[in-house]
Structures are given as structure tokens and as C-alpha cells.
């Protein structure tokens, strides 16, 4: 399907021009309604909720979530709060990598986000892994391709793990996910993938990348709460550590009168890496239908209208001397633009805050990441003000 601005489903104000995404989604009107239903439920009717309600929206985001990523089996995902917090699965859980032993460093892209740093730090220190970390090129005019190059070049036999995006959080570069995957199934490294830049606003597919884990934080482009999120966790982590020993993850937990007995035996492949109290009765509710959304949409028409939405703008940027990742390996949501000398960076912030003008500084550009709810317009009042002196 193709798609028009959908700004009329958010709530979002009217006035400002918020280009913006990949720091916080605004939230679709529909969500907010079944937030606050999900709010007072807790706050004016506990006595209301019954057992099955601690599962059963969970469930039905587990299914909406795995459908949305190309997944077969909603078993194998699990409900968490960050990223950091699937990221901390993955790394508790390479120990039981095997032939860790054979293994000398982890991969990473550069300038990558901090939880993808940090989350390793400790595991690397405790089983001597070094982190290879693949810088991004700077000759002009190749550097997607050179990057994803020198991407794939550094996965080795020696590599115990690779943390991937599917786009760069900062330059919007694509990375080649499938060819990835190969790699790391050729040299038997695991592959864990950090979907929050992606999943929502581009396809998503656990089948043709065959991640060992994909993790995802909502609030971005799946259009969910702060606070929640979703990981993929495949075969390898069936009978892994999970991070906590929560109730919710053991068989028959939905057994209230019955949940003295301690039931050692966890619930099926990722439901003993869910979070403790998953069930957010107000947060679950408003991302359940923010996911129906996005399905209805489809991420492939989301892409396709944000890349439309930035068509004439390129040009223009590009006239104006900034520096864009080229066409073929820029994601059509998100990309960074790297300004010319002249311009006065916290000056242009500042001038375009006031005009209600909303964009991002992350690392060395200026990051722009339109949506559905964008219009050319606002696009067009962005260039309008980056022209002033």
C-alpha cells in the first residue's frame, strides 16, 4: 500500500514541526485512549484485574511484535524493559557460546550507541575477547558500501560475537543484515541485532537474517511507551541464564492459588528472559495498538513514504555542502547531516527550537528522522531556517 501524512492519528500538536523520531515518537491518539483506560483500571478498579490479564495483552504483543519482524514463533520473544536489558541477556549468556575458548574479540561499528559498548565491557574483561571495533570510512561517495566492506572483513573464526544495527543511529547507514548473518553463521560467531533504529519504519526479518537475538526499545519508531520493549531470542537461548528469576516466567504462574508450589520448570524458549511485572497495564495496551497500527501501515510503505517525504530536501542540503550517506545505503527515515564549517551549530539548535522546528545532534551531525505524521512542510521550514546567516 502507499501512504499519505497520518498526522491526523497522532497526538501530536499541530504547531510544531517534528523531525525527530529516532530520539522519542509522539503517540497515536488511539494509544493514549488505551493508556489511560489501562491507568485507571490499576489506579480505580484493582480489584478488577484477574489473572489472565497479566498475560494475555502480553501475549497478544509477543504475536504482534513477532509478526512485525518476520518471526515464525511468538514464543521466542520476551518482553523487556530497555535495550540494555536484552543486551544484558546476550552477555550473560556467552559463556555457553561454543568454542568460546577459540574465541579473541567481539565486533562492533564505531561511534556506536553507548549501551552497545557497555554491555560488553565486563563479559570481554572475564573470558579475554578484545572489541574490534569497525570505524566508519571517510573517503566520500563509497563509505556505506566501504563500511559494510569492512564490516563483514572483520568477522573472523576468532569472533565470539558481532552487535549490529540494521541502520546507524547517527548517519542513518544501512547495514547489510542478511550478509552479516552469513558471515557470522560461516565463521560460527553469534550475531545480536539492535533493531531500535529500524523495526517499525523499515522490514525487519528474523527469517532472512537469522540473528541469534534481535533486540528492539518501543518508544521510537514502534510508536510504543518509554519503558517497554521486545527481543528476539533463537535456539541458542532456550536453555540459557535469564537475567532475573522472576514468577511470571514459570510454568502454571497463572495459577495464583497455586503459587506456593514453586514451579522450577520456566515457561517455553524466550519466556524466562521477560522482565518482572511485563504486564504494565497501562503501557502494554497503548503499544498493542500502536503495533495493529504499524501492521496496517507496513513498514515497507512507511520507508517508502519517508524516503519520498526527503526527496527534494536532499538536494537542496547537498547544495548547501553538507555530507550525506549516499542514496543506496541511507535509510529513508533517518540520516545524519554532517554541516559545512561555517555553520554555527548551537546557534542553528537554538534558532530552530524557538521556531518549533525539532531535529537532533548526535556525534558529528545533525540528525533528521521523519515519520508518517511528517508533512514536506516540514521538511521545507528546516531547510528554510538552515539558509539563514
Known amino acids: 500500500m502507499s501512504l499519505t501524512c497520518q498526522k491526523e492519528h497522532f497526538a501530536l500538536d499541530p504547531g510544531v514541526h517534528y523531525l525527530n523520531g529516532a530520539a522519542y515518537s509522539p503517540a497515536l491518539r488511539h494509544s493514549v485512549e488505551k493508556g489511560i483506560a489501562g491507568l485507571l483500571l490499576k489506579a480505580e478498579t484493582p480489584f478488577a484485574i484477574r489473572p489472565q490479564d497479566h498475560f494475555e495483552t502480553a501475549d497478544r504483543v509477543r504475536a504482534l511484535f513477532s509478526a512485525l519482524i518476520d518471526a515464525a514463533d511468538p514464543e521466542r520473544i520476551a518482553l523487556i524493559p530497555a535495550v540494555s536489558y536484552g543486551l544484558a541477556v546476550v552477555a550473560q549468556n556467552l559463556h555457553r557460546w561454543p568454542g568460546l575458548s577459540t574465541k579473541r574479540h567481539i565486533v562492533l561499528t564505531g561511534e556506536e550507541f553507548p549501551n552497545n559498548v557497555y554491555a560488553f565491557e565486563r563479559v570481554c574483561a572475564a573470558h579475554g575477547l578484545s572489541v574490534k571495533t569497525v570505524e566508519r570510512p571517510e573517503e566520500p561517495g563509497r563509505r556505506g558500501a566501504r563500511w559494510n566492506e569492512r564490516l563483514l572483513d572483520a568477522i573472523t573464526p576468532e569472533t565470539a560475537l558481532v552487535i549490529a544495527a540494521q541502520v546507524h543511529w547517527i548517519y542513518g ?217
Not at 536453555?239 to 502454571?252: C, H, K, L, T
Open 173 to 389: 547507514t544501512v547495514f547489510d543484515l542478511e550478509a552479516i548473518g552469513r558471515r557470522c553463521r560461516e565463521c560460527g560467531a553469534m550475531l545480536a541485532v539492535d533493531a531500535t533504529q529500524s523495526a517499525g519504519a523499515m522490514p525487519v526479518s528474523i527469517r532472512s537474517v537469522q540473528p541469534d537475538a534481535l533486540i528492539c526499545a518501543a518508544y521510537k519508531w514502534l510508536l510504543g511507551p518509554y519503558g517497554t520493549g521486545a527481543a528476539y531470542f533463537g535456539p541458542f537461548f532456550d536453555d540459557g541464564v535469564p537475567v532475573e528469576e522472576g514468577w511470571m516466567n514459570r510454568m502454571e504462574s497463572d495459577r495464583f492459588a497455586q503459587l506456593i508450589r514453586y514451579v522450577r520448570a520456566y515457561r517455553p524458549k524466550a519466556q524466562r528472559y521477560n522482565a518482572g511485572e511485563f504486564s504494565q497495564f497501562g503501557q502494554l495496551p497503548m503499544w498493542e495498538t500502536a503495533l495493529e497500527q504499524l501492521l496496517q501501515w507496513q513498514p515497507a510503505a512507511i520507508q517508502a513514504y519517508c524516503s519520498l517525504l526527503s526527496q527534494t530536501a536532499i538536494p537542496i542540503w547537498e547544495a548547501m555542502g553538507c555530507r550525506l550517506e549516499a542514496p543506496e545505503y541511507r535509510a529513508g527515515h533517518l540520516f545524519g547531516l554532517q554541516l559545512p564549517g561555517h555553520f554555527d551549530t548551537a546557534a542553528l539548535l537554538q534558532r530552530l527550537a524557538e521556531q518549533r522546528i525539532y531535529v537532533s545532534l548526535r556525534g558529528g551531525a545533525l540528525r533528521v528522522s521523519p515519520n508518517v505524521y511528517n508533512h514536506p512542510a516540514d521538511l521545507e521550514r528546516l531547510i528554510e531556517e538552515m539558509r539563514k546567516p
